[in-house]
């Protein structure tokens, strides 16, 4: 009673207050793109700050009839003052910002920002305020999936494995770029989100353009660009430090500080991050750390910045899909599975053991890939890996028409991921991997023939790396020769070398192991204990991938009155070479070259001399090197019909290089008839902004041509194994994408998004396949026509409310649903009868979660306290699928998505 009787209290203490205030408030605006600043700091008479909102808006609660002063800070604008009169209503004062010319600016090198009712490309952009409100302590993928055509899934839960798709193009075919600088791997286009962990606490921004964007460069945005900024110097010094928890056990805990610009128009930021304990699956172990340097100083018309960046991390996985009965009983009756029958099929197959069916479904925390030595934990698929970034970068503008930005990068990676050499047995009671009579026999077997002292290890765990040096440098000079017309030109240079070999990683109980693998290697029985490797020996494969790149780009914008137009065309080479050292070293003399002729103990006769391994003619076997030209041509137009109505056309056509993969084989052959992949695309959409509401719908079509296999096919004939490639596999992207935002009062927000998709392969070609001798030992006929893209849902609804209860404090429901969405299959499985089948539907879901915030001030320092529930619904559902050989739920494997699940931070800063 007593406590009803105070809320009674202040209810009508606040009542009264309201009574006799009014509100005064505005939309930040920046004056060249008309956008919205978010995280403006706006303060009225001095006294009360606040922070812009994500649409700009801030607001103050003032007396009626008074004046007030207000002023503006934020980075790279001019100080803003002006004074207000406020009656007896409710009053707007809009601010309209100007850009400063006496600030450290961020190097706009090649970033390719899209502008709001300029630029005519789909995109959306998510800010630094929107991730530390959902991201929390997930991969920094998992929040696109509120933006239209996006697909992103955390795979199988190991902290930093997700993956995303746009527009049903996985992400070897998105281009991600951190601050204008590519990083997808260059052999083959993936980019790998553990390697970038603590990028969230840095972004300013992500843009997410969807289709072949705005970016300038011969990249691989077939299906999008990620655009993620990182942060730059602000105007003032800044402090903070954050702790998380989610409640599967993982903790992670950041700082950052910045010292605004000081004296002599230096700044520095630093940020780090520490991240430990487990992730959602069983034995998915995180342990990573992330650090971020950024200093810039400005000179005269010069800006130089250097930044480094990087995240060491190590983290347990889980890589194996399952069948359906095996993680849950009544999802797997849900999609028709027969669960008893499965699960008797798993607990009498050798391989698999997953379970039996008195013991039933294992959950969706359930790890195949781990089991037990000692008593202790042991996951045979452990990741780890560094890649620190460094970027060196200078700008010039002597004048406001001219601008040359140049920045140089080096990237350096080492790391790999784990496995067994062999596949171990399985306890079906446990449904672990029987690791202990694995370590129980290397510890007490001998091989008597190398050693009668040491163990030697028939299985172990051995380690795929896969290091790299790249170094590139990009350089680009713009100038507006007047009002209207804007030109751009820039080269693009790079070079990377990729190292990849197997290392005994662990062995499990034993002192060695006996590997032959290398043939330059000393043989025979006074040589044996060459063969005899420990931990951190190479063992298997060792070969080098070397990728040269050389382009030139260009633009052309022409801007007047509700017109702007671009053309951007841009070309590239690209050399490939494959360098085998465990393979017979080849003989090079002036004349000839004779190709892995010379392993260990080989003899070679040529021109009556004798040559060996060991001959300074001889050297480790090396490819030839191929080149492929590239390019692209983009131009679109953007139409204002009025100031809140615009359309847009882009429309452009890539030719894409192969990459390295589909280039060499692993015997260092070229593949026959390698054909760069060829994409034609056409987009519109439609804008619409008015006060409370604005809404955008695209529409596209994108035809591909060549697409390349995910992983490079190889056949088994009575002549041996040969790999291949395949040229002819089509697919049709065509779709419309819908997002909207509706501010449906001052504190109750509404934005939507919805997608609908037709993707396709539309193609079947017949591959032939030849020998060393180009001799043709096998063919392959497969159709794929007309079969639903896999691995990507195709239908997107989803929906998110944000209330402010109270300045400061509020509360988010989001909602996502996804549906149409395939398994994965490989298009050479569909031959015979099996042609242009479809693979199989997987069941259409929904997420409902949840997230708050509250941030509040003692004296100069400010908390921030928010949090999240994730799938509070608690629903069992399938991200990911590989077909299986039925073409049904029940032949087919999966990743499930996780639980419900919690995640708390606090945030303390100055």
Same mark, same amino acid.
């Given at each position: ?120 490309? *789909? ?93 300038? %460069? ?9 655009? @993620? ?36 128009? !230096? ?21 990573? !750390? ?20 990087? *995240? ?54 359930? #790890? ?34 001219? #601008? ?14 784990? *496995? ?21 026999? #290397? ?27 790249? &170094? ?32 005994? /990683? ?42 040269? !790149? ?49 392993? /260990? ?31 692209? @041509?983009? &131009? ?17 056509? %890539? ?31 439609? &804008? ?12 596209? /079509? ?53 997608? %609908?998709?037709? !993707? ?7 591959? /032939? ?142």
């Amino acid at each position: 009673m007593k406590n009803l009787l105070i809320i009674f209290c202040l209810f009508i203490g606040v009542t009264a207050f309201s009574q006799e205030t009014v509100t005064l408030s505005g939309i930040v605006t920046d004056p060249e793109t008309n956008e919205p600043i978010v995280d403006a700091v706006v303060a009225c008479d001095s006294t009360t700050k606040v922070l812009s909102d994500i649409d700009g808006k801030y607001t103050f609660q003032v007396a009626k009839n008074s004046k007030h002063t207000i002023t503006m800070e934020y980075y790279g604008f001019e100080n803003y003052k002006a004074e207000v009169s406020v009656g007896n209503t409710n009053y707007t004062h809009n601010i309209t910002l100007k850009s400063s010319d006496n600030i450290i600016d961020e190097v706009e090198i090649v970033r390719d920002v899209a502008k709001l009712r300029e630029t005519p490309i *789909a995109f959306s952009n998510i800010s630094a305020k929107q991730i530390a409100e959902d991201l929390g302590t997930r991969d920094l993928p998992m929040i696109l999936n509120s933006t239209p055509g996006v697909y992103a899934t955390e795979q199988g839960g190991g902290s930093g494995d997700s993956r995303i798709s746009i527009r049903g193009f996985d992400q070897r075919n998105v281009a991600v770029m951190v601050d204008g600088v590519p990083v997808n791997d260059m052999e083959n286009g993936q980019v790998y989100w553990s390697n970038w962990d603590g990028l969230g606490d840095i972004t300013k921004t992500i843009q997410v353009q969807r289709g072949l964007g705005a970016s300038k %460069l011969a990249i691989t945005s077939v299906g999008g660009t990620m655009n @993620i900024m990182t942060k730059g110097i602000d105007q003032k010094f800044g402090v903070h430090a954050k702790q998380e928890v989610n409640s599967y056990g993982l903790y992670k805990a950041s700082f950052g500080l910045n010292t605004g610009l000081m004296k002599g128009n !230096w700044g520095i930021s630093i940020a780090g991050s520490r991240k430990w304990g487990s992730s959602y699956a069983d034995a998915t172990f995180d342990d990573a !750390w992330s650090y971020f340097f950024k200093v810039q100083k400005k000179f005269g018309k010069h800006l130089l910045s250097f930044g480094v960046n990087g *995240a060491p991390q190590s983290h347990g996985q889980r890589t194996t899909k399952l069948p359906i009965a095996v993680i849950d009983e009544k999802l797997a009756k849900q999609t028709g599975v027969d669960y008893l029958r499965q699960l008797d099929s798993v607990g009498k197959t050798s391989n698999l053991y997953y379970t039996t069916q008195s013991i039933g479904a294992r959950g969706n925390k359930y #790890n195949p890939n781990y089991g037990m030595i000692n008593g202790e934990v042991f996951n045979e698929k452990v990741n780890y890996f560094h890649k620190p970034q460094f970027n060196l970068s200078h700008s010039w503008s002597p004048n406001n028409k001219f #601008n040359w930005t140049t920045i140089a990068y080096l990237s350096i990676g080492k790391g790999g991921g784990t *496995a067994t050499k062999n596949t171990p047995a399985r306890d079906t009671t446990t449904g672990l991997y029987n690791f202990q009579g694995i370590y129980d026999q #290397n510890s007490t077997s001998f091989s008597n023939l190398y050693s009668t002292t040491e163990h030697s290890s028939s299985n172990y765990l051995r380690s795929a790396n896969n290091d790299h040096k790249w &170094g590139g440098i990009i350089t680009s000079v713009s100038y507006k020769i007047n009002e209207r017309i804007s030109t751009l030109f820039g080269l693009d240079a790079r070079y990377y070398r990729g190292s990849h070999y197997q290392t005994i /990683y662990d062995l499990m109980g034993g002192d060695y192991a006996i590997d032959n693998s290398d043939k330059n290697q000393p043989k025979g029985l006074s040589n044996l204990g060459y063969a005899m490797k420990r931990v951190g020996d190479k063992v298997s494969y060792y070969n080098d991938a070397i990728v040269m !790149w050389g382009g030139a780009f260009g633009q052309v914008e022409y801007k007047k009155n509700k017109w702007s137009t671009f053309l951007t065309g841009s070309l590239s080479e690209t050399g490939n070479q494959r360098i085998d050292f465990f393979k017979k070293k080849d003989l090079v003399f002036a004349d000839t070259t004779m190709r892995q002729v010379v392993g /260990y103990g080989d003899t070679v006769l040529y021109n009556g001399q004798k040559y060996t391994n060991q001959s300074a003619e001889a050297r480790a076997a090396t490819t030839d090197r191929k080149w492929f030209l590239g390019g692209t @041509i983009k &131009g679109g137009v953007n139409y204002n019909i009025t100031k809140s109505q615009n359309v847009f056309m882009n429309v452009g056509y %890539l030719s894409i290089a192969p990459k390295m993969n589909t280039v060499f084989d692993n015997n260092n052959f070229p593949f026959l008839e390698t054909k760069n992949q060829k994409v034609s695309s056409i987009e519109l959409g439609y &804008g619409y902004r008015v006060k409370k509401f604005a809404a955008n719908v695209n529409l596209y /079509y994108t035809l591909w041509k060549n697409k390349p296999p995910q992983y490079t096919p190889s056949v088994v004939t009575p002549d041996g194994t040969f790999s291949y490639n395949i040229n002819g596999l089509d697919a049709l992207h065509k779709g419309i994408e819908v997002d909207f935002n509706y501010n449906i009062t001052k504190k109750l927000n509404f934005e939507g998004v919805f997608t %609908l998709a037709d !993707w396709k392969t539309i193609s079947g070609t017949k591959v /032939y396949i030849v020998d060393n001798n180009g001799q043709m030992v096998d063919s392959v006929d497969f159709s794929a026509k007309n079969v639903h893209v896999g691995d990507a849902a195709q239908l997107q609804i989803g929906g998110s409310f944000r209330y402010e209860i109270i300045k400061d404090l509020y509360v988010k429901v989001r909602y996502t649903f996804f549906g149409k969405n395939f398994a994965n299959f490989d298009p050479l499985a569909l031959v015979g009868a099996n042609k242009d089948r479809e693979s199989w539907q997987m069941p259409s879901y929904g997420l409902l979660d949840f997230n708050f915030g509250y941030t509040f001030r003692v004296s100069k320092v400010y908390f921030t306290l928010n949090g999240g529930i994730m799938n509070i619904l608690d629903k069992v559902y399938i991200t990911d699928s590989q077909n299986g050989a039925n073409f049904d739920a029940s032949s087919a494997t999966v990743f499930v998505g996780m639980g419900r699940r919690f995640n708390l931070g606090l945030k303390i800063g100055i």
